[in-house]
């Protein structure tokens, strides 16, 4: 089973840019492709980027193309998601999962505690 600990959530202008990590204990990260998922304040969980086990495939919500990039570093056990030109509708937590291979599902039932994200006006 995989740990995941989401961290670099914050409070940033609008415009602005962060980077959130996640990382993962246990020696099968490589394995698993990865995603990015986010709550909004009264709204359901859903889906934002997602990437390949080997980091070669990534693919994203409509929402965040062009704005957010997904990469994973296998050798730190670290998925990460860079995220510019952020709007206040980002506003969320963030978390990580493993997903079902190149698809929006997450693999794992249960999640971390997620990297709250507040865009400020």
């Known amino acids: 089973q995989v740990q995941l600990v989401e961290s670099g959530g914050g409070l940033v202008q609008v415009g602005g840019s962060l980077r959130l990590s996640c990382a993962a204990s246990g020696r099968t990260f490589s394995n698993y492709d990865m995603g990015w998922f986010r709550r909004a304040p009264g709204k359901e969980r859903e889906f934002v980027a997602g990437?390949?086990?080997?980091?070669?495939?990534?693919y994203y919500a409509d929402s965040v193309k062009g704005r957010f990039t997904i990469s994973r570093d296998n050798a730190k056990n670290t998925v990460y998601l860079q995220m510019i030109s952020l709007k206040p509708e980002d506003t969320a937590v963030y978390y990580c999962n493993a997903v079902w291979d190149g698809t929006t599902d997450p693999r794992m039932g249960s999640w971390g505690k997620g990297a709250l994200v507040t865009v400020s006006t």
């Open positions: 990437i390949s086990w080997s980091g070669g495939v990534t």
